[in-house]
């Protein structure tokens, strides 16, 4: 969509200048574009590079099935994700690569990649943390998907309550679950990240409430999960001030003035952070400090 292609059409031209320059003039400090195949991930760690950026390196849930299709087949699929990883670990302090990722389980779109055949990939892919010493940004949609996530780790021998190493961290993005399940994710050592898809329902902002600060993390998931005028946090956006979402319009105005309508951005971050401290009833000065420390904890330690 940054490119002006909408479900293969181009509607308009490229304006990802102009969005990644809103998000920095918004004080935002650290973007990650992620990588949700074999080849997006190579592109994500292009744009990282070219942007001044950080990616991920992983295979999405709903990208799994390209897995058993690969052309050398699921042996070769996996030389050619560690050859990526591996390029990059090699770059050493230049490398762009903070994380494996996206991947988990999402049962909400099993017409893409069949439940089965996103449990038979999981253990693999979550092996890579492990391997590389690097978190995870993992993608958990449905209860059932997250029992099975949860199960996947036993297997891993993961423990609750242990202390994790690093290749056994990361966060749950985007996170649409109960507080129980919520709760469960904590025990084993994971963040929790929100975006506009947390915040759609009353549950959802009762569950944002319970986060403890010190494992909540901000994000957008850009270009989706904007914050819509039918969901509950609706009321808790700003009406004026520097955490009013950027302006879009359906057309572009020139010079990059403005977004595009429907289209999240990363600028937007700055409105999740408003209405995340709204529904929890603390400045968000304080909140964003805290999430900013713990992105920093998980993703970039060194930085803390």
Request: charged share 20%; net charge negative; hydrophobic share 35%.
């Given at each position: 969509m940054f490119l002006g292609r909408y479900r293969g059409k181009q509607l308009h031209e490229a304006d990802l200048d102009h969005v990644v320059q809103r998000a920095k003039d918004r004080g935002v400090k650290r973007m990650m574009i992620t990588g949700t195949s074999l080849e997006s991930s190579k592109q994500a760690l292009e744009l990282a590079r070219r942007y001044d950026l950080h990616a991920t390196v992983g295979c999405h849930p709903t990208s799994t099935a390209e897995m058993d299709s690969h052309e050398?087949?699921?042996?070769?699929?996996?030389?050619?994700?560690?050859?990526?990883?591996?390029?990059?670990?090699?770059?050493?302090?230049?490398?762009?690569?903070?994380?494996?990722?996206?991947?988990?389980?999402?049962?909400?779109?099993?017409?893409?990649?069949?439940?089965?055949?996103?449990?038979?990939?999981?253990?693999?892919?979550?092996?890579?943390?492990?391997?590389?010493?690097?978190?995870m940004f993992l993608h958990s949609r449905h209860p059932d998907a997250h029992k099975d996530l949860v199960k996947v780790f036993k297997a891993a021998g993961w423990e609750k309550g242990a202390q994790q190493s690093r290749g056994r961290t990361g966060v749950v993005h985007s996170f649409t679950g109960s507080r129980e399940e919520m709760e469960e994710l904590?025990?084993?050592?994971?963040?929790?990240?929100?975006?506009?898809?947390?915040?759609?329902?009353q549950e959802n902002l009762e569950v944002v409430r319970a986060v403890p600060l010190d494992r909540i993390m901000l994000e957008?998931?850009?270009?989706?999960?904007?914050?819509?005028?039918?969901?509950?946090?609706?009321?808790y956006l700003p009406k004026d001030g520097p955490y009013v979402a950027v302006e879009k319009t359906k057309t572009l105005k020139p010079g990059g003035q403005t977004g595009v309508k429907g289209r999240n951005e990363p600028a937007d971050v700055t409105t999740i952070a408003w209405v995340v401290a709204q529904v929890k009833g603390i400045p968000v000065d304080e909140l964003a400090k805290a999430a900013w420390e713990n992105s920093l904890r998980v993703f970039w330690p060194d930085r803390l």
């Open positions: 050398t087949g699921i042996d070769g699929y996996k030389r050619d994700l560690e050859a990526l990883i591996d390029s990059e670990v090699a770059k050493g302090a230049g490398s762009r690569m903070v994380a494996i990722g996206e991947i988990g389980l999402d049962y909400d779109r099993l017409h893409h990649s069949p439940a089965d055949t996103q449990r038979r990939h999981l253990p693999y892919l979550l092996s890579l943390a492990e391997k590389y010493g690097l978190p904590l025990e084993y050592g994971l963040y929790i990240g929100i975006n506009g898809c947390s915040l759609k329902t957008t998931d850009a270009p989706w999960c904007s914050v819509t005028t039918t969901a509950a946090s609706h009321a």
